[in-house]
């Protein structure tokens, strides 16, 4: 009798976990992690080549490490590259589908109006701050790309490399189940929230690591520039920022002020976000489908106002 117990609670145990991981795989959008890997200067990146579904959105990275369409080299002759720059408001996190993320948004937009073919990449990684940004450009290049436009915001003063695997936003590797992929999550979750609460200092003060983001911000348009690129940077406010006027010393006016010293101008895109109304954040800081859709729109007018089509080479005219 106590064997047969036993035996059922086994099967009632064994069916409970087949439901979970039924529950949590096709009812959550578990069981299909985004992977990166360490890098001894870039911190971390995507790994290339890859296609994920992930909380039921499509995820996919191109060969260049980017989400948004492959990037293929030599550029096909008369096509438009645009470099999108940013950290998980550009990416997008894993609430957004890949058709919804900024990049996306950008390269359907343009691709109507402008008259020749039009791509759009995404240089953007979750917690991706300028130092991350630089060292990833100094990489892999510009990809052949006549405008670069680099989204900042506020947390970026503070987005400093750490170096620690256990703080990199995404996963190292895979999870066989959805059940233990769920479980990391609460675990990542946890760790994140205790990282936040010693965000104040961190493994470096403050001011060191503002200035050090700030002279990468610099250094990444004078770079952007350098390709021969046109370049433009853009403020992202946090909800918060949207019902106050800009701090004469606070991080819109130091990005403002190194944009400028490098040759650029940085947009406020404030106006465009109140002039569109609620329900453009998912939180304080990451945008919803409609408020990446704002934000893409606020990119691509840059663009209709500050690029041209490339003229694809006459093939009769070419020598033979």
Not at 247 to 254: F, I, M, S
Not at 275 to 296: C, F, I, K
Request: a neutral charge; hydrophobic letters at 45%.
């Amino acid at each position: 009798m106590r064997a047969r117990r036993v035996a059922l609670g086994g099967l009632g145990a064994l069916i409970l976990a087949v439901l979970a991981e039924l529950v949590l795989r096709f009812g959550l959008g578990f069981g299909d992690p985004v992977l990166a890997e360490l890098d001894p200067e870039i911190e971390y990146m995507l790994v290339p080549s890859r296609d994920y579904t992930r909380y039921h959105n499509r995820v996919s990275v191109s060969p260049q490490r980017m989400r948004s369409d492959p990037l293929p080299t030599p550029a096909p002759e008369g096509q438009l590259r645009v470099i999108v720059v940013g950290d998980s408001v550009v990416y997008g996190n894993h609430f957004l589908d890949q058709a919804e993320t900024v990049a996306a948004r950008m390269q359907a937009r343009l691709t109507d109006v402008m008259p020749c073919e039009v791509a759009v990449g995404a240089m953007a990684t979750s917690s991706w701050g300028p130092v991350n940004q630089l060292a990833f450009a100094r990489r892999f290049g510009w990809f052949g790309a006549q405008g670069v436009v680099v989204v900042t915001h506020a947390q970026d003063l503070a987005d400093y490399p750490t170096h620690d695997p256990n703080l990199v936003p995404y996963r190292l590797s895979g999870s066989a189940l959805a059940l233990i992929d769920a479980a990391r999550a609460v675990q990542e979750r946890l760790q994140n929230r205790a990282a936040r609460a010693d965000e104040a200092e961190g493994p470096l003060p403050f001011a060191v690591r503002r200035d050090r983001s700030l002279a990468a911000f610099g250094q990444l348009l004078a770079d952007a520039r350098a390709h021969h690129a046109v370049v433009a940077a853009f403020y992202h406010p946090r909800r918060q920022e949207q019902a106050r006027a800009p701090e004469p010393d606070g991080a819109q006016a130091l990005f403002t002020r190194t944009a400028t010293a490098a040759g650029v101008t940085l947009t406020d895109l404030r106006p465009a976000y109140v002039a569109a109304g609620e329900g453009l954040y998912r939180d304080q800081v990451h945008l919803s489908a409609r408020g990446a859709e704002v934000m893409a729109a606020e990119l691509a007018k840059w663009v209709q106002a500050n690029l041209r089509c490339p003229e694809a080479r006459d093939p009769a005219s070419a020598a033979p």
